[in-house]
């Protein structure tokens, strides 16, 4: 017989900032490596440029994609690698979880506060 109530599951929302921090890591790290690693140190891009696109709405909703769906994608993989290993933290899915939503409230207001 099937479960007509099954319990729901606070893991889709989760999943959702999981991929989206692994497609941002994936997609932007090697052109933002590429700009502050390559051109910027070799002069072919000037820092006030840089600068001034973090000054402006679209360079900070950047800032704060590339800050903050990392960190969900980086404390997920923490938290199911813990469990693949069989080291359970009593509460993991709270802290680790937690620790991204902190991380992302402090990234918004330095965000604001450019």
């Not at 900032?17 to 490596?33: E, H, N, Q, R, T």
């Not at 404390?75 to 680790?96: S, Y």
């Not at 937690?98 to 506060?113: H, T």
């Amino acid at each position: 017989m099937v479960n007509q109530n099954p319990k729901r599951s606070n893991e889709p929302p989760v999943w959702l900032l999981f991929s989206a921090g692994g497609m941002v890591s994936a997609l932007a790290f090697p052109v933002l490596i590429f700009i502050l690693g390559i051109l910027l140190p070799f002069g072919l891009v000037s820092p006030d440029n840089i600068i001034a696109f973090a000054h402006h709405w679209f360079g900070k909703l950047v800032i704060l994609a590339l800050t903050i769906f990392p960190i969900w994608a980086g404390l997920h993989r923490i938290h199911h690698g813990m469990h693949d290993i069989k080291l359970h933290v009593p509460a993991g899915g709270f802290i680790f979880y937690g620790l991204a939503a902190l991380y992302s409230v402090i990234v918004l207001f330095a965000v604001i506060g450019i």
